[in-house]
């Protein structure tokens, strides 16, 4: 089981009542020397809807207004025998593309999608779209928030 507290002001773990109550009838049930496990994580704030529209909004649509300024079609990102040529890059593609390429933003490297991600990952999977966007087709996505780091830090 998982059980949500906070620190206090005396920097100990705390939690409601109910939750404390739970837990503590948990460790009760167990029998003497029997191994249990804690984990310790830091929770992060979730991100809003108006984050996420405007940060995947931003990739997708100066990446798709590159591939279209610059005549790139499908087949450029799909080069095989079996994509014609003429047919734009649908922004369904480029998001497919760019969880492949870019997702594996979890604390031990996992692949998330944006609605696994906590705020943080939101942010390195972003700078990880954005570097994608620049070593593989020289596309420059300037980043919204140059100081996003700064905030979280704080």
Same mark, same amino acid.
């Given at each position: 089981?998982?059980?949500?507290?906070?620190?206090?002001?005396?920097?100990?773990?705390?939690?409601?009542?109910?939750?404390?109550?739970?837990?503590?009838?948990?460790?009760?049930?167990?029998?003497?020397?029997?191994?249990?496990?804690?984990?310790?994580?830091?929770?992060?704030?979730?991100?809003?809807?108006?984050?996420?529209?405007?940060?995947?909004?931003?990739?997708?649509?100066?990446?798709?207004?590159?591939?279209?300024?610059?005549?790139? #079609?499908?087949?450029?990102?799909?080069?095989?025998?079996? =994509? /014609?040529?003429?047919? +734009?890059?649908? %922004? &369904?593609? !480029?998001? @497919?593309?760019?969880?492949?390429?870019?997702?594996?933003?979890?604390?031990?490297?996992?692949?998330?999608?944006?609605?696994?991600?906590?705020?943080?990952?939101?942010?390195?999977?972003?700078?990880?779209?954005? #570097?994608?966007?620049?070593?593989?087709?020289?596309?420059? =996505? /300037?980043?919204?928030? +140059?100081?996003? %780091? &700064?905030? !979280?830090? @704080?």
């Amino acid at each position: 089981m998982e059980f949500v507290g906070t620190i206090d002001a005396s920097h100990r773990l705390t939690f409601p009542p109910v939750i404390a109550g739970l837990r503590d009838s948990m460790l009760q049930s167990c029998k003497p020397g029997t191994v249990v496990r804690e984990k310790l994580t830091r929770s992060q704030p979730s991100k809003s809807h108006q984050q996420i529209k405007a940060l995947w909004g931003l990739v997708i649509e100066m990446v798709k207004r590159e591939f279209d300024d610059r005549g790139w #079609d499908l087949n450029m990102l799909l080069p095989t025998a079996n =994509v /014609p040529t003429g047919i +734009p890059v649908p %922004r &369904d593609v !480029l998001k @497919a593309v760019f969880y492949a390429a870019c997702g594996n933003v979890g604390d031990q490297g996992e692949r998330k999608t944006m609605s696994q991600m906590n705020v943080l990952e939101m942010s390195r999977f972003f700078e990880n779209c954005r #570097d994608h966007a620049a070593r593989t087709w020289g596309i420059i =996505v /300037p980043d919204p928030d +140059p100081k996003w %780091r &700064d905030k !979280l830090d @704080a």
